[in-house]
């Protein structure tokens, strides 16, 4: 069975660029959550959404938007990138969403370097 | 905010002793996670505790859920060189949909 997987694994851009980071949960999974994972740090929540809606968002700005389409996969979406962007971004997919289960399985993640 | 403390952020170890790694909070969690994460992939669930006092084994790995929700340990008993990697405690806050992971503990087993 295949895992969560996410594209692309490496990518490069400039500040003031925007990009599109893409997951496709594991099979019969509903709910997809994204973080992002600066070096040395744990994931820090960005957001979770089930059934196409948005159900939890974290302390992120407005540059960053996701969202979920009808089979499950969704995109990340982060507009106008700062240095501080760099980061590995994390999808991680449920069955259900919180509260019903907790318990994530991440994918590989895509590496984001802004230079 | 509700921050997860997790200590000690790294163990140098021999093969075959074992280890203690926990987190801590001053907020209330309804649900601890543990995730092991080796370079370059995403974190692995290893065991997920859901009431105040459980005690949850996997293999070698051995978590439990404080009495107070705000805590929690995992243990790892006779380590091998497999067990490196970075281990990670999650919470799920009481009325929060969101994650807080903590900022892992990095194991190194010498062989």
Redesign the interface.
């Known amino acids: 069975d295949a895992g969560?997987t996410q594209s692309p694994t490496h990518l490069i851009k400039t500040r003031g660029q925007h990009v599109t980071l893409r997951c496709s949960p594991i099979s019969g999974h509903k709910s997809v959550?994204w973080?992002q994972q600066v070096l040395?740090?744990?994931?820090?929540?960005i957001f979770?959404y089930y059934e196409k809606e948005e159900?939890?968002?974290?302390n992120f700005p407005d540059r960053f938007s996701a969202r979920q389409f009808p089979n499950y996969s969704s995109e990340l979406n982060v507009n106008a990138l700062l240095l501080g962007d760099s980061a590995l971004y994390?999808c991680?997919s449920s069955l259900e969403?919180?509260?019903l289960t907790?318990?994530?399985?991440?994918?590989?993640?895509t590496r984001l370097t802004v230079t | 905010g509700q921050q997860l403390n997790q200590s000690p952020q790294s163990m140098f170890i021999q093969e075959g002793e074992d280890v203690s790694m926990n987190c801590t909070s001053s907020s209330i969690f309804n649900t601890w996670l543990w995730y092991k994460q080796d370079p370059g992939e995403g974190p692995v669930l290893l065991i997920a505790l859901y009431k105040a006092g459980e005690l949850t084994s996997n293999g070698r790995l051995t978590a439990q859920f404080g009495i107070t929700r705000k805590d929690s340990f995992l243990n790892i008993s006779a380590s091998i060189p497999s067990d490196v990697g970075i281990y990670f405690c999650a919470g799920q806050l009481r009325n929060n949909n969101d994650m807080r992971f903590g900022a892992g503990t990095r194991l190194t087993v010498k062989p």
């Not at chain 1, 159900?55 to 974290?58: A, L, S």
């Not at chain 1, 907790?102 to 993640?109: A, H, N, R, S, V």
């Open positions: 969560v959550s973080y040395g740090q744990g994931p820090q929540f979770q159900r939890g968002r974290g994390l991680a969403p919180p509260p907790y318990e994530q399985y991440f994918g590989p993640g």
